[in-house]
């Protein structure tokens, strides 16, 4: 903690950290709104992929195992790659194609921001991670309260938003955290494709300046204070969650 604190000293009072700093801020709402969109977006379709998993209808199950496993088992930054240069370009072939048809402007590939292209595949990437959080923390509810629920005549959505998923969250929760903190760092990856984050400054800061050794290290401190932060404001409300008077409650 003292050598942490050193650190952050230096950075605030050192003129070389403190410029390095006040470039690589520019980058820090870039990570942040990269981090954020794709976080919140891959929760969505993961929640949707963990329902259709657990689905009484088996091609809706098979599709969604096979986008898991898939997905799973590509590593991010080829999937960077893949969605910018591969998938990015056949989207835009498919809309000029539709938008010929119906007298639209075509648009071309480099209009696709890379920013967004970033994003798409953050997306795609943790929402194949979420999904199996989602259903591990469905499956954990007990059975007993669903048919309980089912004998009082609460309808599927009824039962999913009143009994399955409050008490899902509290079993997901701490792993959606740490899959928060996993894409603060990860959000890093788009630097790949020219994205101005935190981390693509860094780089091309170092390579005008020569200066690798404080460059790099306030690169390195500026992520460890946003994934401190996080995980300390994660760990508050996980306290908070257990010491709610329902927290124990039947439902």
Not at 67 to 78: K, N, T
Not at 79 to 101: E, R, S, T
Not at 131 to 137: K, M, N, S, W
Not at 228 to 244: D, G, N, P, V
Request: with cysteine; net charge positive.
């Amino acid at each position: 903690m003292a050598t942490g604190a050193y650190f952050f000293w230096q950075v605030f009072t050192v003129e070389i950290y403190s410029k390095v700093l006040s470039t690589l801020s520019k980058g820090i709402w870039i990570t942040v709104y990269v981090t954020v969109v794709a976080y919140l977006s891959a929760c969505l379709i993961g929640l949707g992929l963990a329902v259709a998993q657990l689905s009484r209808f088996i091609i809706l199950r098979q599709a969604a195992r096979l986008y898991v496993e898939i997905l799973r088992g590509i590593p991010i930054i080829v999937l960077l790659l893949y969605v910018a240069f591969v998938l990015a370009p056949a989207l835009v072939a498919g809309w000029n194609w539709i938008a010929d048809g119906i007298g639209l402007d075509p648009i071309r590939t480099r209009d696709f921001s890379l920013l967004w292209r970033a994003v798409i595949a953050l997306t795609l990437a943790y929402s194949s991670f979420m999904a199996e959080v989602f259903r591990a923390g469905l499956q954990s509810v007990d059975p007993g309260q669903i048919e309980a629920a089912e004998s009082l005549g609460l309808n599927r959505w009824q039962r999913f938003r009143h009994i399955v998923f409050p008490q899902a969250f509290r079993t997901i929760m701490p792993p959606l955290g740490n899959d928060f903190v996993a894409m603060v760092k990860d959000s890093s990856l788009v630097s790949v494709l020219g994205v101005t984050d935190v981390t693509q400054l860094g780089k091309v800061l170092a390579a005008g300046n020569f200066r690798y050794f404080e460059t790099y290290s306030v690169v390195a401190l500026v992520y460890l204070a946003m994934t401190i932060t996080l995980s300390l404001a994660m760990r508050r409300l996980e306290k908070y969650m257990r010491q709610r008077p329902d927290a124990k409650a039947d439902y």
